[in-house]
């Protein structure tokens, strides 16, 4: 699917993807989708994610260590 951000389209994955890539279940993350915790995308009725938005947040969820 790499290809289509060259044109211009973001690469899209589904909630059993994303719940892969974060090493959560499915569950989790339809209730994240319920409850506006993470960037969807709806097409028609599916609910997709955009990768490189998924990244951000991802990186928006990083906590600093403690000392």
Known sequence: MAGY???????LIDIARLADLLGVGERYVRRMVA???????????????????????????????RS
């Open 35 to 65: 409850e506006r915790r993470v960037p969807t995308v709806k097409v028609g009725r599916l609910v997709r994610f955009d990768l490189a938005e998924i990244r951000r947040w991802i990186e928006e969820q990083r906590r600093p260590g």
């Open 5 to 11: 951000e060259q044109l211009g389209f973001p690469e």
